[in-house]
C-alpha cells in the first residue's frame, strides 16, 4: 500500500483565495483525521471521520474551514477565504478502528 | 488539552539507550497510552502502544508504572536516525471515541 497520499504537498495561495487540501486514505480504513501544524500551537486535531461521517469537528477554527469525505477513499478540507494566519503544514491520517493512525507528508501551505 | 506532560528536550549518545519519560497521572482505566514521533518536516509515525503491561517491538519498548501514572519509551540502541520529537499520547480505543490529541512532545537529539 502506497500509505496515506496527500496533495498537494505544498501551496502557495493570496490571502482572499479558496484552497482545498486532498488526502487519499489507506485502502480499508474506516477512520480519517485531519491536523494542522504550526510552530506556535504544535500538532492540532481538526477533525475526523468514521465511515466518512464527521465525528468530531470541534478542532476546527472557524466557519472559513470545511471538511468532506464523500467517499472511503477520498476527503477534502476546503478553506476559504484563506488568510496569511492559515498557513501551517496540514496532515491526514487514517486508522483500522481504533487503532494506531498512519500519517501522510503533509501539505505546506502558505498564503501570502 | 493534552492529558500528558513531558520533558521538552533530551539528548542522548549515539548507540546508548535513549528514556523518555512520560506523566499521565490523570490517565482513566480505559486510556491506552500510544508513542509516536515526527522526524523533521514528515508526518508523525506510529511506535508503540500499551494499557497495562510492558509492551515491545521492532522500534522499542514501552514500559508503564503499575498505577499508569507514568510511561517511559526506551529505544535500546539510538541512532543518528532517531533525532525526532516524541509525542506521548492516551487514548480511549472506542468506536465513537477515538480522537488522537498530541501535546508538545519531547525533542530527542541524539549525539555521536
Known amino acids: 500500500d502506497a500509505g496515506v497520499i496527500q496533495s498537494p504537498r505544498h501551496e502557495v495561495t493570496e490571502m482572499g483565495q479558496e484552497v482545498t487540501l486532498r488526502c487519499k486514505p489507506i485502502s480499508g480504513h474506516d477512520y480519517l483525521f485531519w491536523y494542522r501544524q504550526t510552530m506556535m500551537r504544535g500538532l492540532e486535531l481538526l477533525i475526523y471521520f468514521n465511515n466518512n461521517v464527521p465525528i468530531d469537528d470541534s478542532g476546527m477554527p472557524e466557519d472559513r474551514f470545511s471538511a468532506k469525505m464523500p467517499n472511503a477513499s477520498f476527503s477534502t478540507l476546503k478553506i476559504q477565504p484563506s488568510e496569511p494566519r492559515d498557513s501551517a503544514v496540514y496532515f491526514c491520517?487514517?486508522?483500522?478502528?481504533?487503532?494506531?493512525?498512519?500519517f501522510g507528508q503533509g501539505t505546506r501551505l502558505t498564503v501570502v | 488539552d493534552a492529558k500528558t506532560t513531558q520533558p521538552p528536550s533530551m539528548d542522548c549518545a549515539e548507540g546508548r539507550a535513549a528514556n523518555l519519560p512520560c506523566n499521565h497521572s490523570?490517565?482513566?482505566?480505559?486510556?491506552?497510552v500510544y508513542w509516536y514521533r515526527q522526524i523533521h518536516s514528515q508526518g508523525p509515525q506510529y511506535i508503540i502502544h500499551g494499557l497495562k503491561n510492558n509492551e515491545t517491538n521492532e522500534m522499542a519498548s514501552l514500559i508503564i508504572t503499575e498505577d499508569r501514572k507514568s510511561s517511559t519509551l526506551i529505544l535500546p540502541h539510538a541512532t543518528l536516525r532517531d533525532t525526532a520529537v516524541y509525542y506521548c499520547i492516551v487514548r480511549v480505543r472506542s468506536l465513537n471515541n477515538n480522537d488522537m490529541r498530541f501535546g508538545a512532545g519531547t525533542r530527542l537529539t541524539v549525539k555521536p
Open positions: 491520517a487514517s486508522s483500522l478502528r481504533p487503532a494506531e493512525a498512519f
Open positions: 490523570t490517565i482513566s482505566g480505559n486510556e491506552y
